[in-house]
């Protein structure tokens, strides 16, 4: 961002166009994360769905207590702390 000495140098044309130029800038950027985001979460799929083809369960659906009652469904932990 603009200091204070440059900031009152520039006109407010000049000092729209560095918003709009910082806006357009950070947009790409977030663009370009949620595509890199996206890969990750498809790659991270096909590995469970590989683990899960040969028999391993990161998660249980369901969980039984002591005398093999059903209990409530567990909510998913995050893939990253289960591999931990």
Do not use: C, F
Not at 7 to 14: A, L, N
Not at 28 to 41: N, P
Not at 44 to 58: A, I, P, R, T
């Amino acid at each position: 961002m603009a200091d204070e000495n440059t900031k009152k140098e520039m006109s407010k044309e000049e000092e729209i166009g560095y918003h709009k130029g910082a806006l357009s800038t950070l947009s790409k950027e977030r663009e370009e994360l949620l595509r890199i985001v996206s890969i990750v979460e498809q790659l991270m799929q096909m590995h469970v769905k590989s683990l899960n083809e040969l028999g391993v369960k990161l998660w249980d659906d369901e969980k039984k207590d002591e005398k093999g009652n059903q209990k409530k469904k567990d909510e998913r932990k995050p893939i990253d702390e289960l591999l931990n």
